[in-house]
């Protein structure tokens, strides 16, 4: 499921994303998280890469939300996250010690890719998505229960920004890695 992108790339024009973020996470390979939006705003592309990149973990019993907040700018935005959302073949669903997380935004109209920054997640954070990712992956999978437990994140906090106060279970300030270091 890990994609190789450059800025300027064009992903698969044969595929449609849906509007939002797509978080993956498999062992071996650095957290991806991917924003796909029509015609992102200069400020959307430039604060992929703008500090401060912050991020918030939280773990309910059946799903994560990984929070996430570009640059100085932006508002916080979410990303929801089930290992068994994943085929098996995709990868062994996982957070590597590194912690190294890729951050991708691509204009959905165009499929191409707007911006690309890496960033590593301190090692206490990396840890605490990690030990969440292996529970959540060794539990059985249950939809309705996934469902289930976003929708009860979100009749209790209806914002990211919500998670982020009153929910998360781990918050951080990432560090840039730059490109030329993976």
């Known amino acids: ?11 698969d024009p044969d595929v449609s994303w849906p509007e939002g973020a797509a978080l993956t996470m498999f062992a ?6 991917m924003m ?8 959307e592309v430039q604060a992929v890469a703008a500090a401060p990149t912050r991020f918030a973990w939280i773990d309910s019993e059946h799903a994560g939300i990984l929070a996430y907040r570009l640059g100085p700018v932006l508002s916080w935005s979410q990303a929801p996250y089930n290992p068994h959302l994943f085929a098996p073949e995709d990868g062994l669903p996982g957070v590597d010690v590194d912690g190294t997380v890729q951050i991708v935004l691509v204009d959905r109209d165009t499929n191409i890719v ?3 920054h890496r960033v590593e997640w301190p090692p206490d954070f990396a840890a605490t ?18 469902e289930h437990a976003l929708a009860a994140l ?3 906090c209806p914002t990211a920004e919500d998670l982020v106060v009153d929910r998360a279970d781990a918050l951080c300030t990432a560090t840039p890695v730059p490109l030329t270091d993976l």
């Open 1 to 11: 499921m890990h994609l190789v992108v450059e800025v300027g790339s064009r992903l």
């Open 129 to 146: 998505v990690r030990a969440s990712v292996t529970r959540m992956r060794e539990m059985p999978f249950s939809r309705p229960a996934y």
């Open 28 to 33: 071996g390979e650095p957290v991806q998280l």
């Open 114 to 116: 707007k911006a690309l």
């Open 36 to 43: 796909f939006l029509s015609c992102p705003h200069e400020l």
């Open 154 to 156: 979100h009749r209790r």
